[in-house]
């Protein structure tokens, strides 16, 4: 396999056109199994989130997007995002250093988190990190105190949604209360120059948006009216990351563009940002892990099991002759690690083989994670073919809300990463940072010529120019 390797860091593989990730991760992991390596892995397709920011140019573009770093910190992750573009909406102050440290530039940063630490306003402060939200009066005084020139965005309650994830139980000031607020931010003597909101993570109802946006003018007009200089409009993150949810990324877009064409036309020179995070990188990232061991039950045994559940496939005892038998996998990642979104982010996983066994009869299984806890259970009923110790498990869309808050409970370890792009793919690479250069004899002659310069995109964000020339594909335009 070709690599192409990105400053002193990075290497990422060069996949075949065509080829299905599970077949190249099987290799990966018989290589792997040679060397007794065995622990669970990610593959992360750094294609796939190119074209995730090709597609938002295109379907939303009067919109910028700031990435939420807390979906996925990965240093490699970032990287590529700033330097195919994106923004960045950071949480603290931990989040602001790793953005800042990769050369990205403050302004490039929202800190959006409305009730911060004092200590990392300071830290904001001093590093001119200067946008960030708020939504109570005690965060208006401490703003005071650490940050009084900070660039300030009123983060509203925007109505309560379906959606993976509801926000609105901790954070957004009610719209009726924005006024007391932005009263006591002029009292104060402080900028407010942007409204803010989340419809919540992994949005299933489009009229969310257009919701939001409505609400969010008759707030932003109250601000103009108190005298503030109003200049930009967030909303926020909630985009879905794969193609599996109730509702399409181009349905929300279609609502956005709609509603913001009534509220805040190109004409206002608002300017509107967002701040996805799912969107970027659920699908990017695929997980193989590792069937650790292996019981096998009786399926048809009902004593001990949930009577709520039908289908659990939870007992210790061994089938009779009669039974067909049913398996309990332990695999070497769980919801202390990766699989923390099944509590964390009420994400559902689909568990599928490397290799095509379709053929092959199925059982009832459940699959589970390595440490002693008994809540460490990843599936509780799978149909599988019988696996062996050894084999390996992969599950698709696991980019978001999942690395990022793993843990080592039980001292397990945490998967590592690992960076793919398809060839046809290879002609966006100039957007990646540093000089970087080819290992491959085939590819070797044509660097010069097909990877351009990549200085250009060290700091601050790459020019309106290389997005039409390079990043966009033929025909797709940015509108401002
Ligand atoms: C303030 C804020 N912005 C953006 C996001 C990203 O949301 P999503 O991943 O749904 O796009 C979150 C997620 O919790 C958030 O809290």
């Keep these: ?57 295109k379907l939303l573009p009067r919109v910028e997007p700031f990435y939420a770093v807390k979906c996925n910190d990965d240093t490699a992750v970032v990287q590529i995002l700033a330097n195919i573009g994106t923004n960045f909406d950071c949480a603290s102050k931990g989040e602001i250093k790793k953005v800042l440290d990769l050369g990205v530039s403050p302004d490039r940063i929202i800190y959006a988190n409305p009730c911060k630490q004092q200590s990392h306003i300071q ?40 959606s993976q994830c509801q926000l609105g139980c901790k954070f957004g000031c009610h719209p009726n209360h924005a006024l007391k607020l932005l009263k006591k931010a002029k009292e104060l003597d402080l900028n407010v120059m942007g409204i803010s909101f989340h419809v919540g993570s992994g949005c299933m109802e489009p009229e969310a948006f257009p919701a939001a946006i409505r609400l969010a003018r008759e707030v932003f007009d109250t601000a103009v009216n108190l005298g503030f200089s109003m200049e930009m409009l967030d909303i926020g993150g909630g ?115 490397m290799n095509d066994r379709s053929c092959e009869h199925e059982y009832s299984s459940s699959i589970w994670g390595p440490t002693c806890d008994g809540i460490d259970c990843i599936s509780n009923h799978s149909l599988l073919p019988e696996l062996e110790v050894g084999d390996w498990i992969v599950f698709e869309n696991m980019g978001a809300y999942t690395m990022a808050a793993a843990s080592c409970f039980n001292g397990m370890s945490k998967p590592t990463g690992h960076y793919v792009i398809r060839e046809e793919m290879l002609k966006y690479l100039p957007v990646l940072p540093y000089p970087h250069h080819v290992t491959s004899c085939r590819q070797e002659e044509t660097k010069k010529t097909q990877y351009g310069s990549p200085s250009a995109f060290k700091y601050g964000s790459p020019s309106k120019e290389f997005y039409f020339k390079e990043l966009l594909p033929v025909g797709v335009g940015i509108g401002h």
């Design 123 to 162: 830290f904001a402060a001093r590093n001119g990190v200067a946008m960030m939200t708020f939504d109570n009066m005690d965060e208006l005084h401490k703003v005071k105190n650490c940050y009084p020139n900070a660039k300030l965005v009123l983060r509203i309650l925007p109505g309560e949604f379906k």
């Design 239 to 353: 985009y879905p990351g794969d193609n599996l949810g109730p509702v399409s990324f181009k349905e929300i877009c279609e609502g956005i563009n709609t509603s913001l064409d009534q509220s805040f036309p190109p004409e206002s020179g608002i300017r509107i940002i967002a701040e996805p995070g799912r969107y970027y990188i659920a699908s990017a990232c695929t997980l193989a892990v590792n069937v650790i061991s292996k019981r096998t039950v009786s399926r048809d045994n009902q004593d001990l099991k949930d009577p709520d559940d039908e289908d659990a496939v939870c007992n210790s005892l061994p089938p009779s002759k009669n039974e067909e038998p049913a398996f309990m996998y332990y695999v070497n990642d769980g919801v202390y690690g990766s699989f923390n979104c099944l509590m964390f982010d009420h994400a559902s996983v689909t568990p599928t083989l």
């Design 1 to 57: 396999m070709d690599s192409v390797h990105i400053g002193d860091r990075m290497m990422v593989d060069v996949i075949k056109s065509g080829t299905i990730l599970p077949k190249v991760m099987a290799n990966e992991a018989n290589t792997r199994m040679e060397e007794s390596k065995d622990d669970a892995f990610y593959y992360c397709d750094i294609g796939d989130m190119i074209k995730k920011h090709q597609n938002w140019l």
